[in-house]
């Protein structure tokens, strides 16, 4: 058991076990916590780009500024993690900020929460794009250069190992990009256990994780592609936090 006076630190397991007695125990729907996230998520980005509504580009010193067409682009891939940016995009939508949500994955691949949020945006006629799964880089060269934020909504704490295509490749096309890029609950390619980062991890800026620290965020190899670490609550009460931290 951890000691009381410090933050829990939850692995994997216990991330499961925090969304398994919201839901069984108080009674909290799933949809209500992936809420919770999206929006923790829209509140750490205004923390640190309060300027994003108005953000500008400028192509050369000859050139006038021009807009970007959506200053922040969010790569989802099929999971809940792509539910959170997905709800990611709308709190942004609702506070004026530009966004544009790239699914990496046909939309009729989306299950359960992920699949009610990108039902929900489409409604709300915020932009959402399906890429090319087979030409990857083509497609987000095409819908995302000129944005100022890139968010990772690809893989979340249950991803373990090397990441797969069209991800891998959304990856090295995330981390060549000059944009800032944030991640949601943790860089995509990287174990949340352990730390070690994939072949294919995204060099994040900002990593905004939810309910507490993971054991991975600790160890040396995983400094470089976290960036500045935000925890973000999900609406759960604390005691179960240190109960699931606990077992």
């Known amino acids: 058991m951890q000691p009381l006076h410090l933050p829990p630190v939850l692995s994997r397991a216990a991330v499961r076990r925090v969304d398994q007695l ?8 799933s949809l209500v916590l ?35 067409e959506c200053p922040v682009t969010i790569l989802c891939g099929k999971g809940n993690n792509a539910g959170d940016g997905l709800v990611l ?16 994955f046909a939309a009729n ?40 934020w890139l968010v990772d909504a690809m893989l979340g704490t249950g991803a373990a190992g090397e990441p797969r295509e069209p991800i891998a490749a959304a990856i090295h096309w995330m981390n060549r990009h000059p944009a800032r890029r944030l991640a949601i609950d943790l860089p ?14 995204v060099r994040a800026d900002l990593t905004c994780t939810f309910v507490a ?15 500045e670490v ?5 609406g759960v009460p604390p005691r179960l936090v240190w109960e699931a931290a606990a077992v």
């Open 34 to 68: 992936m809420e919770n996230a999206g929006r923790g998520v829209a509140d750490a980005l205004a923390a640190v780009a309060p300027s994003l509504a108005s953000v500008h580009l400028t192509h050369s010193a000859r050139e006038a500024p021009v807009r970007f």
């Open 109 to 148: 691949e989306l299950v359960g929460d992920a699949r009610a949020n990108y039902e929900i945006l489409r409604r709300a006629d915020a932009p959402i794009v399906e890429l090319s799964a087979h030409r990857v880089g083509d497609s987000l060269q095409e819908h995302a250069w000129d944005t100022a």
């Open 230 to 234: 935000h925890v973000a609550s999900i």
């Open 213 to 227: 620290l993971k054991p991975g965020f600790l160890q040396p190899a995983a400094r470089p592609f976290l960036g």
């Open 22 to 29: 919201a839901v069984e125990r108080y009674g909290m729907s």
């Open 89 to 104: 995009a709308r709190h942004l939508h609702i506070r004026g900020v530009r966004a544009k949500a790239c699914l990496l």
């Open 188 to 201: 995509s390619g990287l174990d949340c256990d352990t730390g070690a980062p994939a072949s294919a991890t």
